[in-house]
Nanobody
Framework: QEQLVESGGGSVQTGGSLKLTCLLSGFKKTPFTLGWFRQAPGSEARGKERERVAAFWPGDGEKSYHGSVSGRATISLVNAGTTLVLQMNDLRTEDTAMYYC???????????WGRGTQVTVSS
């Protein structure tokens, strides 16, 4: 069974760094797309969908980032394709959110989700 398990969240002060990791298991082949999403506190109640922070296409190595984290975040797939990493630097209070790892096994929507890891940034 395909599974994603996130870790690495925590509480940091503004300007700090965190390395989020997502362990992939049960996949018959490398997913078409892998991504990190986040949901800020209260945003779900306001009808806001999860925000895609970064995405990675293992097939060609393409990467994309949300404008708010561009230059501060790096997504990578390591350990023979078993671990998805999101390195975030210069963290800001607006980065506070639950961060989710997700996979699109085929081209299209993300169908496999982790349970999330909480990131809290305080000033």
């Amino acid at each position: 069974q395909e599974q994603l398990v996130e870790s690495g969240g925590g509480s940091v002060q503004t300007g700090g760094s965190l390395k989020l990791t997502c362990l992939l298991s049960g996949f018959k082949k490398t997913p078409f797309t892998l991504g990190w999403f986040r949901q800020a506190p209260g945003s779900e109640a306001r009808g806001k969908e999860r925000e895609r922070v970064a995405a990675f296409w293992p097939g060609d190595g393409e990467k994309s980032y949300h404008g708010s984290v561009s230059g501060r975040a790096t997504i990578s797939l390591v350990n023979a394709g078993t671990t998805l990493v999101l390195q975030m630097n210069d963290l800001r209070t607006e980065d506070t959110a639950m961060y989710y790892c997700a996979a699109a096994v085929l081209p299209g929507r993300f169908t496999v989700w982790g349970r999330g890891t909480q990131v809290t940034v305080s000033s």
